[in-house]
């Protein structure tokens, strides 16, 4: 059974910093794209980052770049979204996504390219 969990979310106040973890179990993802996304309330999920099976490829959305990082280590099976200068916009459930395949820089941001998901981590960033 696949399993992708999400840990490390919390509630910080703006400019804070945090940093999620997602473990992968029954599913070797080192030679695959991982991604994070995000869903705040009323709004449609969105992709935030996403990183290549080497890192050779690696993918913001514009309004987190040079705030967040994306990693991953492979020999854990985890990937990372170190978050910084957080601002109240970020708040959001924050997913983790693995795909298939390493193709990921086709369509970084589409959901369809991602077959598992985690349950989500709640970010809350307070003004």
């Known amino acids: 059974q696949v399993q992708l969990v999400e840990s490390g979310g919390g509630s910080v106040q703006a400019g804070g910093s945090l940093r999620l973890s997602c473990a992968a179990s029954g599913y070797t993802t080192r030679d695959k794209c991982m991604a994070w996304f995000r869903q705040a309330p009323g709004k449609e999920r969105e992709g935030v980052a996403v990183i290549s099976a080497l890192g050779r490829f690696i993918y913001y959305t514009d309004s987190v770049k040079g705030r967040f990082t994306i990693s991953r280590d492979s020999a854990k099976n985890t990937v990372y979204l170190q978050m910084n200068i957080l601002k109240p916009v970020d708040t959001a459930m924050y997913y983790c996504?693995?795909?298939?395949?390493?193709?990921?820089?086709?369509?970084?941001?589409?959901?369809?390219?991602?077959?598992?998901w985690g349950q989500g981590a709640q970010v809350t960033v307070s003004s």
């Open positions: 996504a693995a795909a298939t395949n390493n193709l990921c820089a086709q369509a970084p941001s589409e959901e369809a390219a991602y077959h598992y």
